[in-house]
């Protein structure tokens, strides 16, 4: 079974959703008529308020749930439960789609930082040597030689988050999904995993990442999403028309409106919101 060859980038439709809902049990819903076409070489970011459905969206890509309505399709193949059974689609669908968790220690379970690297590409049967040599690469690229002998829960959110990036992008995947990439982290190494998934996408890959961070969404973005409070798509477009559409993301909480006196004259003032916290 051949899924998406990865070599016309930009012509292939990787993900497609058609009119999706989805609803947690005993919750309200999660997901309202969402479509969305993403085609292999895009960046794509979504953006929307605490519980606006962006990370159930991620999940669904990543065939970790699945639609209660409508259609999720991977390179034209509906995505279910029942396909995910066929062996050899579901390892071949996890070279091709890397997800990188809001809470990385979710992806961190090994004793020592190089066993969590390494795990992901010795289930899928790459051959050591091809291992090693990806290794030493991330290791070079992340500036992570240091942890490869410490226990994952020794390390500061930024050095988990390196690693588990390096944790997926050791097995190669075609397909970036990105669940708050840069929350809770310092500038630098902010910036480093922007040049890293920039540097990822110029080699070819798609990059999807969901966030609150309004401030690196032009950089990773082609085509941004605008979630609302319905679970349901409320804009989408190009980066700079969405962040500059101050009454689309005052609407949305993505900035909120501050206000103070002076000379006896009320200003107010937009500002960026930056509430990171986990998202549904």
């Known amino acids: 079974m051949v899924i998406c060859s990865g070599d016309d980038y ?16 005993g919750k309200f819903p999660a997901l309202c008529g969402i479509d969305i076409r993403i085609n292999q070489g895009q960046k794509i970011s979504i953006i929307g308020a605490n519980g606006s459905g962006k990370s159930t969206f991620l999940q669904m890509l990543d065939g970790l749930i699945f639609a209660d309505r409508g259609r999720v399709s991977f390179c034209g193949q509906q995505l279910n439960e029942k396909i995910f059974s066929d062996a050899k689609f579901s390892q071949e669908f996890r070279r091709k789609v890397g997800f990188i968790f809001q809470n990385s220690d979710v992806q961190l379970f090994c004793p020592t930082v190089k066993e969590d690297i390494v795990f992901g590409p010795l289930q899928l049967g790459l051959a050591k040597n091809e291992i090693q040599k990806r290794l030493e690469k991330l290791i070079t690229t992340l500036g992570i030689l240091d942890l490869l002998d410490r226990s994952p829960n020794q390390l500061s959110i930024g050095e988990k988050r390196k690693v588990a990036l390096a944790s997926t992008l050791i097995i190669g995947p075609n397909i970036l999904i990105l669940d708050e990439p840069t929350a809770g982290l310092d500038p630098s190494t902010t910036r480093h995993i922007i040049d890293l998934l920039i540097d ?5 890959k798609t990059i999807i990442t969901a966030t609150h961070d309004l401030h690196i969404v032009e950089e990773i973005s082609d085509i941004v999403y605008v979630f609302g409070a319905d679970k349901k798509i409320v804009k989408f477009g190009q980066a700079d028309n969405i962040l500059n559409d101050t009454a689309l993301l005052t609407a949305n909480n993505l900035v909120h409106i501050h206000s103070h006196r002076h000379k006896d004259k009320e200003h107010l003032h937009p500002h960026v919101h930056l509430d990171h916290h986990a998202d549904t």
Do not use: C, K
């Open 200 to 204: 990822e996408n110029i080699a070819g």
């Open 10 to 25: 930009m012509d292939n439709i990787v993900f497609e959703l058609n009119d999706v809902y989805f609803s947690y049990p």
